[in-house]
């Protein structure tokens, strides 16, 4: 088949052409590229030099050794559903997007794993497998539409990874390019606990900052027999918190405990999957057990009664699968629900201990007080790890740079109580200052360390993940007004 | 730097009664020291290395001292670096169900601790008593149970580390769920001391579940693919085990006195669910088959046993008979084949192997007896077998003088560059444990 033939007269985008299947393989108009200038974090944009799409993990080191030969700066992008900007071409690179490469291409049931391609996306190998029973653990909200490599580089969790873990618990081996166009195997044939350092934990929740990841072996799982889901109402978010604590210290172990506060409610009832929770209460609790059926009944009765000694206003269980993932869609697409709700809004990602929940919710409800813009709060209660969604007016001069402002100081008061600024969203660009706020510089340093093993001209992904060296808190500010204008 | 002239140096950095000149120590296993130095306090960790960094010595590492048969070239570095007397909790919050501990504190320490809160650390390291949660960490031991647990790397949250120059780098943090930066811990579980020393180990908590039980089921007259294809059935029904361990003849005989192939499967759950599966287990074993239950004291004497089985460095050799132990990775249900055929090699060498794997998670433990040359011939052979799996086996129990004999660790990865990279970053004068991990790192 004749070539169609390449607009461009630039040099490098004529080669690149060259290393994949079809001239429509590669974006290089600036019309086209418009689409790649940022991901789900929508503050901060740049123009990519080209898109490339391989179909095959020998076109992405051909691909990678062409940019590294040329240094060129370039990244990997799957769905880019990523939150903190992980996929945001801040250098003008060369974006490798994996979603031609999303096939799956095994499964193997009786050892309990699946080797995919990067693109392929997340839910669909649930979907796959779930009539043999079977499913793949780790749920992020986009599951729908994220790939699974996405979540290997962003190490992704979900509302389900207080039982299961996240993505890293979930990984058995990797095909890996690395920033020079080397091919390495790890985790090979999915065996653990390969000698060697483990390069496989290493690089599952490394931003796609140590190399580019072409072939997957998950670990997958057997349904539970039976699943159950409460709903319960608090008039008080200190009732709320306290049921959460005590169902754990029941030595339960739920699937998922999920909170959302009043005005998180607010939002998804006026979004796409109301459920008709009702509006004056301050606090909700959605609580999944799962395991052997014969089990669920007496954990269930118990969450009950815990939550009935927290003063619940009315707590039930799902009477059945319907009602079930209704409380689920109406949960899930909370993120979005905040549209119906602010004209923007800023999603943040910060871990605390457990216990400290009623003093942190109260000190975000005074950053919202101070900033003037609400706050909504939906978060894996479970496992301490919030969502605070910042609602602003992108509209209103000034008041985007505010919500970066309150979310910044949401993030330091999780630091403060011995918490973290991201559960499992990642830095990305979004969050590279605030690194500062749990790791010292030379702690930052020894993983720059290990970042320049893999990656050593920092040709792949630059600019993410770490903050600038020796940069002081002035700088930031600058860089996010830079970022707003 | 002869080991008097930085003795009396070193003394100036520690109380004299942590410091003890061991030249002349009789170490079978190697991995030892001209002296040993026991730090107390995370300062006087950083006080040595920084020492040793500055005067280019030499630095073992060791906990307990239970794995030094575990890898290792050198029979003596200059310095032993022994974490024995740096014990305690640091921190426990039993809301958060987290735990802050000091390396050198034993894994039983801890899970004993922890019992009045109703919490427990989920890992089955072999040798709990003796070993030290560091040792372990560094080694990345983990038990039958892992099918349930998960191994160290789904426990650990937070470390800090001690470099090799004195800093101290600190990697996760103290919440169970954390993505900023890269996961720094990984690249120490396991990475047998070559890049720090592990100081304060922050872990994940489980509840302790209100019901367990474990059955013995013993297979007398089958052969080992039915064996496997009723396990297969099982594996794929509803049943939840924690632990299901395919246990070989020799390991089966201690345990029940009978000389066949036997499935160890345990359950953890409120009553009602362990109850439920035992039930149903009752229901599924093939004719001929027997079920012996552990349950209560019973079941804890049982595990203590097993756990205790391994061959470790707090034995001493006796007479010209070694024991050995080697670790198996192999896709889950290669596990029956292997085992199978690893009593065969029990018959062509000479040697008693006692061996148990997970076919859930592809992890197998086999204690070889036998005279020298036969147990070396044996490793030989074993691990030619899990290759013909395309799995590895790694031997975690050698005397010194015949792992030069053996590579502990077999054919480097293709990633070897990797691992050698990394290494050189956080350690490039090659001072801690050298020479200790895979190819020679």
Request: charged letters at 25%; hydrophobic letters at 40%.
């Amino acid at each position: 088949m004749a070539r169609k033939k390449i607009k461009s007269k630039d040099k490098h985008i004529l080669a690149l052409s060259t290393l994949v299947n079809h001239p429509s393989a590669i974006l290089y108009e600036k019309e086209d590229l418009i689409a790649y200038d940022c991901d789900g974090f929508t503050i901060h944009k740049a123009t990519p030099k080209a898109v490339v799409f391989p179909e095959n993990t020998e076109q992405v080191a051909k691909i990678v050794k062409y940019c590294h030969d040329h240094s060129l700066p370039f990244l990997a992008r799957g769905a880019g559903t990523g939150l903190s900007g992980g996929a945001i071409p801040l250098n003008g690179e060369v974006i490798i997007s994996m979603v031609k490469m999303k096939k799956l291409l095994s499964v193997d049931l009786e050892n309990r794993r699946a080797v995919v391609e990067p693109g392929f996306v997340n839910l669909k190998l649930t979907n796959t497998i779930s009539d043999k029973g079977y499913y793949y653990a780790p749920d992020p909200s986009s599951q729908y539409c994220c790939t699974i490599g996405g979540n290997v580089a962003e190490n992704a969790g979900g509302a389900h990874c207080l039982k299961y873990g996240v993505t890293t618990n979930h990984i058995l081996g990797l095909e890996v390019v690395l920033p020079n166009g080397d091919v390495i195997e790890i985790g090979k044939n999915g065996i653990a606990d390969e000698p060697g350092y483990d390069l496989l934990g290493l690089i599952t929740g490394s931003e796609g900052t140590l190399g580019i990841v072409t072939k997957i072996t998950v670990r997958i799982l057997k349904n539970p027999e039976s699943k159950q889901t409460v709903l319960a109402y608090f008039d008080k978010v200190e009732d709320g918190s306290q049921a959460v604590s005590d169902i754990i210290s029941a030595g339960i172990v739920p699937a998922a405990l999920e909170m959302m506060d009043k005005t998180a409610i607010e939002g998804v009832e006026a979004a796409a999957f109301p459920v008709g929770h009702p509006k004056d209460i301050e606090a909700l609790l959605l609580i999944e057990v799962d395991g052997i059926e014969a089990g669920i009944g007496e954990q269930i009765e118990q969450i009950l009664q815990v939550c009935r000694n927290q003063n619940v206003r009315e707590v039930r269980a799902a009477k059945d699968e319907q009602e079930r993932a209704a409380w689920w869609a109406n949960r899930k697409t909370g993120f979005g629900a905040m549209g119906a709700i602010s004209p923007d809004y800023l999603v943040q990602d910060g871990v605390i201990p457990r216990s400290k929940l009623p003093e942190v919710l109260s000190k975000i409800n005074k950053i919202s007080e101070e900033s003037g813009l609400r706050i909504a709060n939906i978060f894996h209660a479970g496992d301490g790890n919030l969502h605070p969604l910042v609602l602003f007016d992108a509209r209103i001069p000034g008041e985007t740079e505010k919500a970066m402002e309150a979310g910044s100081a949401c993030l330091k008061v999780c630091a403060d109580v011995g918490g973290t600024i991201t559960g499992e969203h990642g830095v990305g660009i979004e969050k590279r200052e605030e690194m500062r706020f749990v790791f010292k510089d030379e702690e930052i340093q020894a993983q720059t360390d290990i970042r320049d093993v893999f990656n050593p001209d920092n040709l792949l992904n630059a600019g993410k993940l770490f903050p600038t060296p020796g940069r002081c808190a002035e700088v930031k500010k600058e860089m996010k007004a830079a970022a707003i204008s | 730097m002869t080991t008097t002239s930085f003795l009396d140096e070193i003394k100036s950095l520690i109380d004299e009664d942590q410091v003890i000149d061991s030249t002349k120590d009789n170490q079978p296993y190697g991995n030892s020291g001209h002296i040993t130095i026991h730090p107390q306090t995370e300062q006087e960790i950083c006080d040595i290395l920084q020492y040793a960094s500055n005067h280019h010595l030499l630095v073992n590492i060791a906990g307990a001292g239970s794995k030094r048969g575990f890898g290792g070239e050198m029979e003596s570095a200059n310095i032993l670096l022994s974490l024995e007397r740096y014990t305690g909790i640091v921190e426990h919050h039993a809301g958060d169900m987290t735990i802050t501990v000091k390396a050198g504190t034993s894994f039983q320490e801890i899970q004993n601790y922890l019992k009045p809160y109703n919490q427990k650390i989920a890992l089955d390291p072999f040798l709990p008593q003796q070993a030290t949660i560091g040792g372990l960490i560094a080694c990345n031991d983990s038990g039958p149970k892992r099918l349930g647990y998960g191994s160290a790397r789904d426990a650990v949250i937070g470390l800090r580390i001690v470099y090799p120059d004195g800093k101290v780098i600190r990697s996760g943090g103290k919440v169970v769920k954390n993505v900023a930066g890269y996961d720094m811990n990984k690249l120490f579980i396991g990475s047998m001391g070559t890049i720090g020393v592990l100081s304060e180990i922050t872990i994940k908590l489980r509840p302790v579940t209100k019901d367990e039980t474990t059955m013995l089921i013993t297979f007398p007259n089958h052969k080992i693919e039915e064996i496997k294809a009723f396990s297969i059935q099982l594996l794929d029904s509803m049943i939840e085990p924690i632990c299901f361990e395919l246990l070989n003849p020799e390991l089966t005989e201690i345990f029940s006195g009978e000389k066949s192939f036997a499935l160890l499967i345990s359950f953890e759950d409120v009553e009602k669910s362990v109850q439920y599966q035992e039930e149903y287990l009752k229901k599924q074993i093939p004719k001929n088959a027997k079920m012996k239950k552990l349950k209560g004291e019973d079941s804890a004497h049982f595990w203590q046993a097993f756990y205790q089985l391994v061959p470790n460095a707090l034995e001493n050799p006796k007479n010209e008979k070694v024991k050995a132990a080697v670790k198996i990775g192999t896709v889950n249900v290669n596990i029956a084949p292997i085992l199978k055929e690893s009593s065969l090699i029990q018959d062509t060498c000479n040697v008693k192997i006692f061996g148990h794997g997970g076919l859930g998670h592809g992890i197998m433990q086999l204690y070889i007896d036998g005279a020298e040359v036969d147990v070396i011939d044996a490793l030989k052979k074993l691990r030619s077998l899990a290759k013909m799996y395309n799995g590895y086996a790694v031997i975690r129990h050698l005397p010194f003088n015949l792992r030069k004999q053996i590579d502990t660790w077999g054919e480097k990865p293709s990633s070897f560059f990797l691992l050698e990279g990394i290494k050189e970053k956080i350690d490039p004068k090659r001072m801690l444990n050298r020479h200790r991990y895979v190819g020679g790192i």
